[in-house]
């Protein structure tokens, strides 16, 4: 089975530095995604992991342990906009299909 | 990146018709495409995985004969939700793997309402 854990909300003020965690537990791993969804939106794509270490890209980055099920997002200089729900999503082996099986997202709020 | 394209947007319908959603990959080929459903104030929930000439992979809980899923052509996956009722009112997100890191694009979703 497939379990992956993320904090339901949280708040952050505009210009900080945010980290969100995720956490999980599969049968078979080939890669860890993050997605940024606003309400009423499709999920757009952030970053992607299959590697252990840090990925970044501007002001996001992603991390990853694979050893730990253990994956964070990095939100830097937040903005406004930054305001929506972020979606960790793991990857299963290709012979398992390749599908992306989501957290439950956390809703993250930036306030002035 | 590339670009994936669900249609309609919007639908709102009566209770016992039937519903059709397409979804195309603009782009690029694609052998697999999967289909979410995600309700109010929750994650996405996979629904099935399309195959493209074959049968649709369906994740336990959800009902073959109720989401008829085709995917009959390499940039075109559609969705029949057959009989519906007003608990299938949900946004109903097609993707495909896209051609190079395997991460999803995903459609710009459907939110369907059953009156």
């Known amino acids: 089975g497939q379990n992956i854990d993320q904090p339901t909300e949280m708040t952050a003020t505009e210009g900080a530095i945010v980290q969100i965690n995720c956490t999980y537990q599969t049968s078979g791993f080939n890669g860890l995604f993050w997605y940024q969804q606003h309400a009423g939106e499709a999920p757009t794509f952030l970053s992607y992991?299959?590697?252990?270490g840090l990925e970044e890209k501007g002001r996001f980055s992603s991390f990853l342990s694979r050893s730990k099920g253990y994956s964070y997002l990095l939100l830097k200089e937040l903005q406004m906009k930054d305001s929506a729900s972020y979606l960790c999503a793991v990857r299963g082996i290709y012979n398992q299909g390749g599908k992306l099986i989501f957290g439950q997202g956390t809703e993250l709020s930036v306030k002035p | 990146g590339a670009v994936v394209s669900q249609h309609p947007s919007w639908v709102i319908c009566k209770s016992g018709t039937s519903v059709k959603i397409e979804c195309r990959s603009l782009?690029?080929?694609?052998?697999?495409m999967f289909w979410y459903r995600q309700f109010p104030k929750q994650s996405l929930m996979l629904m099935a995985t399309?195959?493209?000439?074959?049968?649709?992979?369906?994740e336990q809980g959800v009902e073959k004969d109720k989401f008829l899923i085709n995917h009959a052509s390499l940039t075109l996956s559609t969705l029949t939700v057959t009989s519906a009722h007003p608990e299938d009112s949900s946004f109903y997100i097609c993707s495909a793997r896209g051609p190079s890191t395997g991460e999803l694009f995903f459609g710009e979703g459907s939110r369907l309402t059953v009156l």
């Open positions: 782009d690029f080929q694609a052998t697999t």
């Open positions: 399309s195959n493209e000439g074959s049968k649709a992979t369906y």
């Open positions: 992991n299959v590697l252990d």
